[in-house]
């Protein structure tokens, strides 16, 4: 992945909260992320919310579907099998968050979220 398809992916994540804002989507899909989020991950992104809050997370890979859900403290979402090398994961406070934290990973991780705070500003771990 190129450092100029970042913005491109950051935009996309951005765009797809406020879409499933829109269609109710993100809520009504969570229940399919998380069923999803089991098993291997190869090809996959992944993220996990060990923060004390229930946060709306996306994660994205190249050529597969872009995943959305609010998680609950300990859950975690990945995003749909991809060929991508690496992907992104991202984080917000709500649908209408225009700012939240975002982080490219590669294919295969697990990131893990430990404390969130608006404007990129949040602390990651990448551990299991």
């Known amino acids: 992945m190129s450092h100029?398809?970042?913005p491109r992916l950051l935009?996309?994540?951005f765009l797809a909260v406020h879409a499933?804002?829109?269609t109710g989507q993100a809520a009504g899909e969570a229940e399919q992320d998380r069923a999803d989020t089991h098993g291997p991950r190869a090809g996959k992104v992944c993220v996990t919310n060990a923060t004390g809050q229930r946060l709306l997370f996306a994660a994205e890979i190249a050529g597969a579907e872009r995943r959305l859900a609010w998680l609950d403290p300990g859950a975690r979402l990945c995003s749909a099998p991809g060929a991508a090398p690496q992907g992104m994961v991202g984080v917000f406070?709500?649908?209408e968050a225009l700012e939240g934290c975002s982080r490219r990973i590669s294919a295969g991780d697990n990131l893990v979220l430990e404390a969130y705070a608006s404007f990129d500003n949040?602390?990651?771990a990448d551990r299991e």
Do not use: M, N, V
Request: glycine share 6%.
């Open 122 to 124: 949040c602390r990651w």
């Open 20 to 22: 499933a804002a829109a």
């Open 93 to 95: 406070e709500s649908e």
């Open 4 to 6: 100029a398809s970042i």
């Open 11 to 13: 935009l996309g994540l």
